[in-house]
């Protein structure tokens, strides 16, 4: 297994959004997010940051993911993902999106060779030659950070790409 670590920043920063009310029992919502998203077992959750309720769940992180990458305001925002393993991909077709995990490191006491696992926030991708999070088109204000990628296969995908057939590539 191939544990790859990522703390990276793409773009510029996009302006503070509202925290809404938290329901009971759901943790704390993290501030100006318009989504909080966690897992527990194998089942995910969306929280709006604005109204407190939990807009989408269910057991495939993908979907759930672009359920609320959907509904973000037109500006973009912030999705936070709370400390766990998340087991898809992610990809991102729009300007302003923050996705920011709560952190992610290697456990420790491990030799000088890669890592067989991470821990933290965790974008566990298990398909063959999969992307972790591909950016489509020429996107402006993302950014990527606080969170590890974890490539299950031998055969990886890159963690995070862009539009390269249409001659858009990362910067900042």
């Not at 973009?76 to 709370?82: D, F, R, T, V, Y």
């Not at 709560?102 to 566990?124: E, H, I, M």
């Not at 996107?139 to 001659?167: E, P, S």
Request: glycine share 14%; net charge negative; aromatic share 10%.
């Amino acid at each position: 297994m191939l544990g790859v670590l990522l703390a990276a920043t793409i773009g510029y920063v996009v302006g503070a959004l509202r925290v809404g009310q938290i329901p009971p029992n759901s943790g704390p919502n993290v501030v100006n997010s318009c989504y909080t998203v966690w897992v527990e077992g194998s089942y995910y959750y969306a929280q709006n940051g604005s109204t407190g309720s939990i807009d989408f769940s269910g057991t495939n992180f993908t979907q759930l993911f672009q359920e609320a990458l959907d509904a973000m305001p037109g500006g973009g925002g912030i999705i936070h993902l709370k400390p766990g393993d998340y087991e898809g991909w992610i990809t991102i077709d729009r300007d302003g999106v923050i996705l920011e995990g709560a952190s992610a490191n290697t456990p420790s006491g491990l030799p000088d060779d890669p890592p067989v696992y991470l821990k933290g926030t965790v974008l566990k991708v298990t398909r063959p030659s999969m992307d972790a999070i591909p950016i489509q088109g020429q996107r402006n204000g993302v950014q990527i950070r606080d969170l590890g990628i974890w490539f299950t296969q031998n055969r990886t995908g890159y963690g995070i790409t862009d539009d390269a057939d249409q001659d858009y590539h990362l910067s900042y």
